[in-house]
């Protein structure tokens, strides 16, 4: 029996890339990646017009949101996707860096592939040159505490300064200031904390950008259910409730046969009390004002207009957890556990028409531990690229509010890192040496891609930022609108360190996983699902 049949590792015309031509093959697949978002970096950067296969537009120049639109085949380009997306969790800002660095330190590692030094040298000599550039970070930062609003408003304006929103920045960074301090809450060590859930933002088509506000509370997108009710209650005491105010359906079907009229009164009588039960057990608790997650009924929200109190239906849950943080209320799952301790406060309900639509306000809360921002704006692509800023404006303060650390920005600080680590490089010698040298040069792309964006030349950039650095300017950086090397610390171009920490670390990780990988092999699993025999192997799940 043994050796009848050959063995057979791969069957036969499985795809499959070995050696140097697997490397190079995804190194170009990432860089091309790297490529498709390097002219958006910065000030003078540009946008993209995405457009899907429905004809749907998207206009940004914010690289997470080209990289998950546009449709990426290669698993190597897949990795740099994901860069884009870890930085966009850990910190908003900073994608477009970290995936044109993740490309930069590829291809330099490409050059030194084809003189043969060996990919996991150069890996080795990345992961030495990453910690090195940690350290040189954290010496380079600069310190910002809590209440020191100017610096957290330049953090939040230094993060818009590239989006097409840069004219409103002022009135968004003080939106995005006021909102992160707001809902900002120290915890047990003593350490701040912010939980950006907290702050919802809604967005209304119609007026101008610079209708765009922070409101100390929470907008519900939704009326009051009946016209009796108030369109106005001050001194709002606000009851959630959870449970529906409905006179319960039988599960299974069943029949009720009434023999004379005076039944079918009894039984509607009997219906109209329970759900005047209902309002009655709401009044009692001393509400008058209800949010409820489930439904009204009709008979309900007219006793509850009689009684004066303000009742909104079928409330999304994000937005009861919402109230609940804002107005101090409990969420009340039964009705009938509903008392005057659950109920939280406001000094104003209100329903506001706001464009077409009527929408609850509650505000001024006593203490909102969550806030709303409501964005105008004349078309849905503006409003859809001012929640993606101002979503950028609140990362980048929370980030720096949570670790009170800066550094600054206009490829200060990647010149800065380049230099510390050619020092490092020269000290470590060896092989690894090289590698190292390679990633400081890595780090000038940053600088190199804002000025191509702005029009500069890179090379006269580089030399002269080179040059300040060397003078001991290590805050020196390229104003991209003068076109001079300028103390960008002067200039107010900071960026909390995080984002920087964070860049490094995910551009190096998927740079060293991209290099260390010799042969690609098609396999089974899910992913591909064009075979026949797709159904019967689904499980193993594709790429991602
Ligand atoms: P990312 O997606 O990486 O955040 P951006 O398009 O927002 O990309 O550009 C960020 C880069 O622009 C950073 O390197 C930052 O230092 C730089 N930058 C921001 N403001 C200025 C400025 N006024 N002058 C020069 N560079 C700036
Ligand atoms: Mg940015």
Redesign the pocket.
Known sequence: MIGQTPILILKEGTRREKGKGAQFSNISAARAIADS?RS????R?MDKMLVDSMGDVVIT????TILKEIDVEHPAAKMLVEVAKT?DEECG????????LAGELLKKAEALIEQNVHPTVISGGYRMAAQKAREVLDDLAINVTPSDRETLKDIA???????SVAASRNLLADVAVNAVTAVAEKNSDGKWEVDDDNIQVVKKQGGSMDDTHMIAGIIVDKEAVHPAMPKKVENAKIALVDSALEVKKTEIDAKIEITDPSQLQAFLAEEENMLKKMVEKVKSSGANVLFCQKGIDDLAQHYLGKEKIYSVRRVKKSDMEKLAKATGANLVTKLDDLTADDLGTACLVEEKKIADDKMTFVTDCKNPKAVSILIRGGTEHVIDEIDRSLN?AISVVSVAFEDGKLV???????IELALKLRDYAASIGGREQIAIDAFASAMEV??TA?SENAGLDPIDVLIELRQAHKAGKKYA?????TGKVTD?KK?R?L?PIR?GRQ?LSSATDAAVMILRIDDVIASKGGGGGKGPKGPDMGDEGGMD
């Open positions: 978002v958006t970096l910065g000030p950067g120049n914010d690289g997470v930085q800002d900073g994608t477009t860096t970290a995936v044109i304006r230094t993060s818009m300064i590239s989006k950028d600054t920005g206009g490829g200060s600080t990647a940053v600088p804002l950086g390229i104003n991209v609108f960008m200039e171009v960026e984002v860049a």
